[in-house]
């Protein structure tokens, strides 16, 4: 009987008593932890177990900025105030020299890896030139319309990212005409010698020729390009070979002459006679031959090209 009273009050004990005791204890430690939550630690103060302050981080939005890439990093094609600020657009304005003529040349930057350029070539001179003894008059009418693009695989290196690889075509109206006034200067004809005088009333003898190329002209090369200091000035340089096939040469005789024949066995026999004349038309077909097989090399015709231009930006 006393042993069962004893567990009876043990029992109401540990109803009363345990409650209080762990509501106590639960308080206790929710106070500490929104106590050590809402004193942060002092600036510069080193926690408990010695290890060092962690660095703050910059929130989404500075992290965003500072992550942000420019296109025109680094690219030493375009202006240095481009670089630092950001995509933009701009056109380069050009002037230049080279193997095709005086030129003209517009550029636009898509990016730091690419670029597009439009040009137009021209030049007019005129030059003499002797072939098999018969002197001619050479002019040269150059005249090119280019569309190219530009590709920097090395934008962003020093040095090595100026180097761009070049890919285009070009709209080529360039000819090289020939003139031989032969009652003046006297002709060559394969075995023919035209002299004057010629038919009274008629045109004076002469022969004429023209070299044409492929009116469409693929081009490859690679080149340099760099922005002075200031970044408005730039500079170029490009190297490469224009595809405008095997030129075509058209050589005729026209007017009157007196004409030679050097296999002739009289020496005495100098007829007067138009030179459309089947058989000086025979000897002229070596003749144009023999010139179409020393310009056929022109077929790859080398590009040399200097220009200097201006950025516009806006």
Request: net charge negative.
């Amino acid at each position: 009987m006393n042993r069962l009273a004893g567990l009876v009050v043990f029992a109401i004990s540990s109803l009363v008593v345990s409650p209080a005791w762990s509501q106590a204890n639960g308080e206790h430690s929710s106070t500490d932890a929104a106590a050590t939550a809402e004193a942060p630690p002092r600036p510069g103060a080193e926690p408990a177990d010695g290890t060092p302050p962690a660095t703050a981080v910059p929130d989404s939005g500075d992290r965003g900025q500072a992550a942000e890439i420019n296109p025109y990093a680094t690219s030493l094609i375009v202006p240095a105030d481009a670089q630092n600020s950001g995509p933009r657009n701009l056109l380069g304005i050009a002037a230049g020299v080279g193997t095709l003529g005086l030129g003209l040349q517009a550029t636009y930057v898509l990016n730091r890896h690419f670029t597009g350029r439009a040009q137009i070539n021209g030049f007019h001179y005129s030059h003499g030139v002797v072939y098999e003894d018969t002197p001619y008059q050479a002019d040269f009418k150059f005249l090119s319309f280019g569309l190219l693009g530009d590709w920097y695989p090395l934008a962003g290196i020093p040095v090595a990212g100026k180097l761009r690889f070049t890919a285009g075509a070009y709209a080529n109206f360039t000819r090289i005409g020939l003139n031989a006034p032969c009652l003046e200067t006297g002709c060559h004809i394969s075995v023919l010698y035209i002299t004057a005088p010629g038919i009274p009333g008629t045109p004076p003898g002469e022969l004429n020729g023209e070299l044409k190329f492929n009116k469409f002209s693929p081009y490859a090369g690679f080149g340099v390009g760099q922005t002075l200091p200031g970044g408005r000035l730039h500079i170029s340089f490009d190297l490469g070979v224009l595809f405008q096939g095997k030129p075509k040469f058209h050589l005729t005789a026209t007017g009157t002459g007196t004409v030679h024949d050097s296999t002739n066995p009289d020496p005495n026999y100098h007829p007067t006679v138009d030179l459309s004349n089947i058989y000086v038309q025979e000897n002229l077909y070596d003749d144009r031959q023999g010139i179409q097989d020393r310009v056929n090399h022109f077929q790859f015709y080398p590009v040399i090209a200097l220009s200097v231009g201006y950025w516009f930006k806006w």
